[in-house]
């Protein structure tokens, strides 16, 4: 069937990635191009197969799910990516949407959620499990109360607000520059422009308000 959705399993229990392996199989909308059980395979996979969707637990050995998200989203590969947990964790939800994850899905919900997430990311959309769909309007809630309060959130541009959010995640200046592969000295200007345009000043007042508002940015 042409113009199926290429899809990626990455999760390290043989068990529970066979069962996302049949489910998958059994839709005929959907092509499984591989799957592995750790992050730095599975990112080899990604560039090699190319697929639409990456399906990625959360705690993988060595790299992360949210390692490896992380590092799809700064090579600008274009696989969206579905975040699986164990866990009913707002913090880490909150954590893989900002890093660009297009769903996420708990694990006790796969076999019966995960056709509809991939199907919905496929197509530009997000996905969070039923029981956890809260999360994503307290969100949306958090992130409109503090535009209001400041407005030249804005302003910010693109690697403006991944920077601030790397900055929410105690980066260092060093830190973030190795990861979005720019100098430390490029770093230090976005956030001298960052504090300008949300009028912040102080040493550290910066930090203290992506910390503080960490959930909203």
Not at 83 to 91: C, R, V
Request: hydrophobic share 40%; with cysteine.
């Amino acid at each position: 069937m042409p113009n199926r959705i290429k899809v990626l399993i990455v999760d390290d229990h043989p068990l529970f990635r066979s069962g996302l392996r049949q489910v998958i199989a059994d839709d005929p909308r959907l092509q499984l191009v591989g799957e592995t059980g750790d992050g730095e395979t599975a990112l080899k996979l990604v560039e090699d197969k190319k697929p639409d969707v990456a399906v990625l637990d959360v705690n993988l050995p060595g790299l992360s799910g949210l390692d490896l998200a992380r590092k799809l989203q700064v090579q600008h590969l274009p696989t969206r990516v579905i975040m699986l947990t164990m866990h009913k964790d707002e913090e880490t939800c909150n954590r893989a949407l900002d890093i660009g994850a297009r769903g996420f899905v708990l694990k006790e919900n796969a076999v019966e959620e995960i056709l509809k997430a991939i199907v919905a990311v496929a197509d530009g959309e997000h996905y969070l499990s039923s029981t956890i769909s809260g999360y994503l309007v307290r969100r949306r809630n958090r992130a409109e109360s503090l535009a209001a309060k400041k407005p030249g959130l804005d302003d910010l541009t693109k690697a403006e607000r991944r920077i601030l959010k790397l900055i929410a995640e105690k980066k260092t200046s060093r830190e973030i520059g190795a990861e979005l592969f720019i100098s430390p000295r490029t770093v230090e200007a976005h956030r001298a422009n960052i504090c300008a345009k949300l009028e912040l000043t102080g040493s550290h007042s910066l930090l203290q308000f992506a910390l503080e508002n960490r959930s909203a940015i």
